[in-house]
């Protein structure tokens, strides 16, 4: 047998551990958004540390403006001089509605699926379930042939569902720890479950929060309708105008630096069929609701999008209240791809505001997360090495996909570190990432090791 | 001394003992829209039974479908025919936020402002500092006159604060009780702190609840940006298109009824010489926010609104949450003037709506109050004798002036009773009705006690 052999014979027997320590992490209920969390997110950081010396790493918990990045490395066989980074986050975004779970998020439970048993929980798959999985592979290797077969250094950080924001300063501060060859990341989605996938781009981010505020305090509907200004009215009437009927988004400039799709590209996409219906259907939906003019995948891979994630003002409790309230609240995100600006899309937004702000109303924006979009060169001699890794496992090549998601890491290893990233992840569309009922399904997680268990190997030699 | 000398002596000699009963009221947190608080919008009502039995009333709770009603007599002197119906309501709007107070809602503290002292609490003056001026009023004449000049039907509701909804089958099943004379109301404001007010027009009040659904589950927004659509993205453009730039609302034949003023209305209104800069001064704006072509009595009083009282969806915690949600919901309210049919306004909304509705998304509309608005005649025998009584109490007559807030009940009084109300209230401009520190002036209480005792007298023989 050879060694990769070997390894994926001892994994096979160790399904049951390899789960429970899994099950171990996501009972932490780390969410970085929620400060009452923030002593979890410190105890899942000092878990994995603790995971990673047991497996002959040094690994230690390096403290940032927010939460703790958790740092280990092995220097691999004598000698070695390739040297993987792996990328993943311990934290998880907040759990709620509370009451759509069938079973408490932090509590994992198996249940049976279409594909067999999945994990339920929150990070089941995002991204605890997947930083498991190489954490496993690392495990075997290093069980079995004492360790890794190159130099690795492992990072993760605890604010990725909060923009990442006190990354690049810690990628500053251990630039040179950090420079390795590639960086490995596991947070993405299988094209299907019998077909691997790797993401060759991905969309930036930019969340913002707007908080307009008018009168000095709540007033009387009756009293004061039809003199006083609504900030509720005038939120709805900003945010109402950001697209135009055929999904076009409105704020002077947005699209400037979008590139368009090459043929080759496109062709690429049309090959996949991907079932848009299909898709939508999923989650109760039929008809698409991005722009009318663009492809399913050109929506949803290479074209910017603007959601409004929350809004609240005023009355919401049960019944009427007729009051015109003093202020009105959003929470705004922009899905931005590779050419596109962070800060000229946040100065747009922000013009395209105040235009329509009357004299007697203020307003705040704040930004929690400013990202921008990347692709990633999709001929390097590492995809070359993972496609070879992933289609002995699977049997066929990954796919190479654009992603709708957005790793704001991607972008800030890009710049501070000038490395590229090797964007290979197991869920699957349906997983419920960021949902009530999270979930992983076993057979991808398993299958996940085995796939880091040879990418170890085929990267090392690449 | 006159019988009402003597009964103004006797009262001046007893504010402290008033304003003791007063904040007993008051302590009562009778929030007819929190379900919670049923069992204290009894004990608010109970205790106003017991109190009017104490002055020679028979009085008793009324159960309707919600709340009950307070209902009480006094058959008066002997032979007495003029038949007065006093409407009032003992329940109060919701605190929220509480956060805003600067003492407990329910525990009423007097503070020293401009005018003197006056109460803080939630109903301070809406409307159980008012209904207690009356109250009073005929306390003073039972303790010095043995009872009122003539007979007195009392009717306090527990629902005004969410739209009187079980008021009209109470109305019709006590028809005969009721027929009185004519109603009186205190539930609205003087011109100013020097001079009285009859309200002899009424703004009516639809009020609604949006809810849109779209997905059957919150979605990633990295995953289904540009595919999935937003229900919030969707409910902010139907509630933008709502007005236009100069404040005009777009349902199609929203005005078709709303009568113009006429030009002696326009004429009396112009020569109150209302300081609208001032009115918005005292809230902390400046710029009329309302139809930009008509004048700033007009629009309070004689042109009709729409305003979204609340709005609420996604993610509303601290920082971000890249959600898509599957729900988004508003509350919105129209005030209507005398001339339109709000089941009409209603069927003009949901049009508006639906045609703004992609197939995807599904709306529910709940109507928590439907009522329209209505003029009232200005030379009614009633209006002249309250006339006199308010001259003799302020050295000049009332301003009859339109009012911009609701009382559902005015239109079904007038429906189903076929009887017209005095709407003479002695509430201010500033007294933050429905918002944090509801207060009442003591002196706006004092002379509203007094200005009842002369009413009474003046009522009695018009």
């Known amino acids: 047998m050879t060694s990769v052999d070997t390894i994926l014979a001892y994994a096979a027997a160790r399904r049951d551990d390899s789960r429970a320590r899994w099950f171990e992490w996501l009972r932490i209920p780390s969410v970085s958004a929620q400060p009452p969390h ?19 790493f040094t690994a230690e918990l390096k403290d940032t403006a927010g939460h703790p990045v958790v740092l280990g490395h092995h220097s691999g066989p004598e000698g070695a001089t390739r040297h993987l980074l792996f990328y993943g986050h311990y934290d998880v975004q907040p759990a709620e509605p509370m009451e759509l779970w069938t079973s408490p998020p932090f509590e994992p439970v198996m249940v049976e699926g279409p594909n067999g048993p999945r ?3 929150r990070g089941a798959v995002d991204d605890k379930g997947q930083v498991m999985m190489w954490l496993e592979a690392l495990r075997f290797w290093h069980d079995t042939q004492g360790g890794p077969p190159c130099r690795i ?12 924001k006190n990354l690049p300063d810690f990628l500053e501060a251990h630039a040179d720890a950090l420079r390795a060859d590639v ?30 505020t008018a009168a000095n305090k709540d007033l009387h509907s009756g009293l004061f309708g039809g003199s006083a200004l609504n900030p509720i009215n005038l939120i709805t009437r900003i945010l109402g105008d950001l697209k135009d009927d055929t999904g076009e988004i409105l704020i002077p400039g947005f699209y400037d630096d979008v590139p368009e ?9 049309d090959a996949l069929k991907f079932d848009e219906g299909a898709f939508l259907g999923s989650v109760g939906l039929s008809v698409p609701a991005g722009e009318m003019t663009r492809g399913p995948l050109e929506r949803l891979w290479a074209r910017p999008t603007v959601d409004v994630n929350g809004i609240w003002g005023g009355y919401t409790g049960e019944g009427a ?19 596109q600006s962070a800060t000229k899309v946040l100065a747009g937004f922000r013009d395209f505001i105040v235009a329509r702000l009357p004299e007697d109303a203020q307003v705040k924006i704040q930004v929690f997360s400013i990202g921008e979009g990347l692709k990633i060169p999709s001929d390097s001699p590492f995809i070359r090495a993972a496609q070879v890794a992933l289609t002995a496992e699977f049997g066929k090549p990954a796919v190479l996909q ?33 949902s009530p009922n999270e979930k992983f399904d076993v057979v991808c997680f398993e299958r996940g090791i085995d796939s880091h268990v040879r990418l170890l190997a085929a990267l090392a030699t690449a």
């Open 153 to 164: 250094t492992v990072m993760v950080e605890g604010e990725e569902e909060v923009g990442s």
């Open 261 to 269: 799709l090459s043929a080759e590209q496109r062709a690429q996409w």
């Open 183 to 212: 960086v490995v990341i596991s947070d993405s989605n299988m094209w299907n479950i019998d077909t691997p996938s790797i993401v060759t781009s991905v969309r930036g981010l930019l969340y913002t929060q707007l908080d307009i």
């Open 321 to 339: 209240k007729t009051v015109i309230p003093s202020d009105a609240h959003a929470k705004v995100s922009f899905r931005l791809v590779a050419g």
């Open 119 to 121: 994990v339920v929980a």
């Open 402 to 434: 654009g992603g709708g998601g957005s790793l704001p890491v991607v972008s800030q290893i890009k710049e501070i570190l000038d490395l590229d990233c090797l964007l290979v992840g197991f869920g699957l569309d349906d997983d419920q990432v960021h």
């Open 38 to 56: 923030a002593g979890d997110c410190r105890r899942a950081a000092a878990w994995l540390a603790e995971q990673l010396r047991g497996i002959g």
